[in-house]
């Protein structure tokens, strides 16, 4: 609704009672506009609509992939998307993505835990419900600033400027953005995740990631000793989450089915299996097997009937079950088909390494069963990206037969490397990735999702070093605040973005010219007017 119009339903409301003297129609509008989200439903049936249309406009042309970074606190969050409208205009096509890694490393009672889905489960929603927080106090900001600019035009006549800043508050863009949600492996059983998915939804999430490992053995996508479930297992869990949707009224909800196949080698169970070829003998197909007879049975052997040979899968002494060595990438093929066949919108494929020609190979033998198939796909921290990307243009170039006697493959990481050729060919990749990922390999959404972990970390390693030594003072004032300063970085007023100037509005609408503000001659944040 059009500012105008917001004052006059306002006005409608306000003379329709006989004793709301003093409550100003105006007033009314702008704090009605700062809130334009009542409750993180709204906030779910509205982002979904986003990343639906995202969708199919990627499909018409993969140059428009999206993007997102992971955020572990409402503040990053906030300013992330502040930077992105200074930046670039537009939140078209950003999103926020929330780490369940760094949920566990950062945000756990418990302390630093690792990413095996230890921490409470009740703290992921609660960090969607504080971003959102965070974001609708952004736009309450900006619309704030607007409104000030707004009294100061028509206070100094000027009609030209009063109609550009009405235009700009009737066409402000929100700092409100999808949120892909990492619900683990669902934190127990298919009720479980349905109880912890209806909270993260009503907290705001229209999006929810959730992975094919057993809950109780959840690993890291990076690191070793994964173990996957059967897929009914993990299609009981897509549905309960859709469920979690469709009871809250959010039906375009979206769901990303991630394998970890890839890199998994067990499983904790042999699958159901009521005929050959379904989907549990599939699945138990791929088990690393012996041919037995009674004779050479064992005690405890679990012995299963497959076309007529007795077969013993290889349990380990943790009574889990290997599969066949190289078998990965089937599994990880048969777990996308069979996700988006039974409700998932979404995949999301953890590799070892980022290689588009790897993650294609794969998305390409998806595509031939499900031609619209799409990747979430990770640019995890977790990859050495130099290495990685000087290696593959060191092999690249090897196959090709160009000569690469100057370079030592093994040792392509040091910084003697920096200036070379292949290293300018390496960057390019790197730099081109996101793009070569979204048109060759279905990769529809691009994300990082530690990159606020590290950049907090290497910023405070920095100003430690020249704050706590000869530097002192001036290693903050060179280094962050001057920086601010001149970048026009928002949290440089760190008073107004906490919401000083948004309180001292409200003071003056509910006490009028005896509110006390903290605003005036004497507020130090003054300094930075210019």
């Not at 070829?277 to 679990?302: A, H, K, R, S």
């Amino acid at each position: 609704m059009a500012y105008q119009d917001q004052i006059t339903q306002a006005q409608i409301l306000i003379e329709g009672q006989n004793t709301w003297n003093g409550i100003d129609p105006e007033s009314v509008a702008r704090m009605r506009l700062q809130n334009q989200f009542k409750t993180g439903l709204d906030i779910a049936r509205y982002t979904a609509r986003i990343m639906r249309e995202d969708m199919a406009a990627y499909d018409a042309d993969p140059s428009l992939y999206t993007q997102s970074l992971g955020c572990w606190h409402g503040f990053i969050g906030q300013q992330k998307m502040i930077s992105i409208k200074k930046h670039f205009g537009s939140t078209k096509r950003r999103y926020l993505y929330l780490s369940g890694w760094m949920v566990a490393a950062l945000r756990s009672e418990f302390g630093p835990l690792p990413d095996q889905s230890m921490h409470e489960k009740t703290s992921v929603p609660a960090l969607i419900e504080e971003l959102y927080t965070f974001l609708r106090q952004a736009d309450a900001r900006e619309l704030g600033m607007l409104f000030r600019d707004l009294d100061a035009a028509r206070k100094s006549g000027n009609m030209v400027k009063e109609r550009e800043i009405l235009s700009a508050i009737d066409n402000h863009q929100t700092h409100i953005v999808p949120i892909i949600a990492d619900i683990d492996a669902g934190f127990g059983n298919a009720e479980a995740t349905y109880l912890l998915a209806k909270k993260m939804i009503e907290a705001g999430a229209c999006c929810l990631q959730i992975e094919n490992q057993v809950s109780d053995e959840k690993q890291c996508g990076h690191q070793d000793g994964k173990v996957t479930v059967p897929h009914e297992d993990f299609i009981a869990k897509i549905r309960a989450i859709r469920y979690a949707f469709l009871e809250l009224g959010v039906d375009d909800g979206l769901i990303v089915a991630r394998t970890d196949s890839l890199g998994a080698g067990l499983t904790k169970q042999i699958a159901f299996s009521r005929e050959p070829g379904d989907i549990g003998d599939l699945y138990n197909g791929f088990l690393d097997c012996e041919e037995i007879t009674p004779e050479n049975c064992t005690n405890g052997d679990v012995v299963i009937n497959r076309g007529g040979k007795l077969l013993r899968p290889k349990r380990l002494p943790s009574n889990l079950f290997q599969f066949r060595p190289g078998t990965g990438e089937d599994r990880c093929v048969l777990d996308c088909i069979t996700a988006l066949q039974n409700g998932a919108d979404l995949l999301w494929i953890e590799t070892e390494k980022p290689h588009v020609d790897q993650i294609a190979g794969m998305v390409d033998r998806i595509r031939e069963v499900i031609p619209n198939a799409k990747l979430v796909y990770n640019n995890s921290p977790s990859f050495n990206w130099t290495i990685n990307f000087r290696q593959q243009v060191y092999d690249a170039w090897e196959k090709a037969g160009q000569d690469v006697s100057q370079y030592d493959r093994a040792r392509l990481m040091s910084v003697d490397y920096d200036g070379s050729e292949l290293a300018q060919e390496a960057d390019e990749r790197i730099r081109t990735f996101q793009a070569d990922g979204a048109k060759r390999a279905g990769i529809f959404h691009h994300l990082i999702t530690l990159p606020t972990y590290h950049t907090a970390a290497l910023s405070t390693d920095n100003l430690a070093k020249e704050y706590f030594g000869e530097q002192g003072m001036l290693g903050y004032v060179r280094n962050v605040q001057r920086q601010e300063i001149r970048q026009g970085i928002a949290c440089v007023k760190h008073q107004n973005m906490a919401g000083s100037d948004i309180g001292d509005d409200h003071k003056e609408y509910f006490a009028g010219e005896a509110a006390l503000k903290a605003g005036g001659a004497h507020n130090t944040m003054n300094q930075f007017a210019a």
